[in-house]
């Protein structure tokens, strides 16, 4: 199993193409929030490659910039420098508008809590998003039962929220 290492470069070589297999490349990623006293570096010259198939777990403490990381990958946030790729897109470079597009086409989320919706069942709650992109039912149910497969939730496809574990 390959392991990616987020590090830091002070010289990062400049993107030119990427290879075919690489679905998320960021390299020099910088984002801060605030300003002089109160600034706080979220991500400090980021460096990350995230091959297509590949399954990644993004852990650290509480603070070390996860989240902004996904937000900036997923064209939620932008970063203050460096360059990040998704599917060879630049997301920075979109309008609001295409990149809102573009999320919905190819980027998904599972959240860890309290964005789930009660009433309905993993299968479902996975599959929401993609049932904005005007694809077939059967695709899309077909892609949520395969991406709970992968994350080894198969046997909780028809459970509800509450049936879970927090974990």
């Known amino acids: ?23 998320v490349h960021c390299r020099n990623v910088v984002k801060s929030y605030g300003t002089g006293s109160a600034k706080v570096m979220a991500l400090r010259g980021i460096d990350l490659d995230v091959y297509k198939g590949e399954l990644l777990m993004l852990v650290g403490p509480s603070g070390c910039g996860k989240t902004t990381l996904i937000s900036v990958i997923a064209g939620i946030l932008d970063q203050d420098s460096g360059d990040c790729r998704v599917l060879g897109e630049d997301l920075m470079a979109m309008g609001q508008r295409r990149k809102t597009r573009f999320r919905g086409q190819n980027i998904g989320f599972v959240f860890q809590a309290f964005n789930l919706l009660e009433h309905l069942d993993v299968l479902r709650n ?39 574990s927090g974990g």
């Open 126 to 164: 996975v599959t929401i998003p993609a049932s904005f992109a005007k694809q077939p039912k059967k695709d899309i149910e077909e892609r949520g039962r395969e991406a709970l497969r992968r994350v080894g939730l198969t046997d909780f496809v028809h459970r509800r929220p509450a049936e879970l």
């Open 1 to 23: 199993m390959r392991t990616n290492v987020l590090q830091y470069e002070e010289n990062p070589k400049a993107v030119t193409e990427l290879p075919a297999n690489v679905a």
